[in-house]
Nanobody, 126 residues
Framework: QPQFVESGGGLVQPGGSLRLSCEASRLYLDDYAWAWFRQAPGQEREGVSCINGPGESIRYDESVKGRFSISRENAKNTVYLEMNSLKPEDTAVYYC???????????????????WGQGIQVTVSS
């Protein structure tokens, strides 16, 4: 069973930026797709972004396009989520996830993912 360490969350003012990281251990993940999900209070968890193993397939939810950027560093078994121009509606617990799939089509389907991080809080507020 892999272990995940998520970091980079916290409190930021509207318009600010944060960079989330999720590092995995105990599993070779070069062939896995990574994704970020988020869950706001009282709402269902939703897919935010996905990047496949080679990094050639990348998807974003419409709500974050142009503001968020996903990347991965296979040598470190780590995925990143650069979040810019943050809005109060981005407030949520963010989760990283990995799934043994080639591309990121239909990436928001939770059943596609085999392992999940523990979640990290992001709060956007003045």
């Amino acid at each position: 069973q892999p272990q995940f360490v998520e970091s980079g969350g916290g409190l930021v003012q509207p318009g600010g930026s944060l960079r989330l990281s999720c590092e995995a251990s105990r599993l070779y993940l070069d062939d896995y797709a990574w994704a970020w999900f988020r869950q706001a209070p009282g709402q269902e968890r939703e897919g935010v972004s996905c990047i496949n193993g080679p990094g050639e397939s990348i998807r974003y939810d419409e709500s974050v396009k142009g503001r968020f950027s996903i990347s991965r560093e296979n040598a470190k078994n780590t995925v990143y989520l650069e979040m810019n121009s943050l809005k109060p509606e981005d407030t949520a617990v963010y989760y990283c996830a990995v799934g043994e799939m080639y591309g990121c089509s239909a990436f928001a389907q939770e059943r596609k993912y085999d392992y999940w991080g523990q979640g990290i809080q992001v709060t956007v507020s003045s």
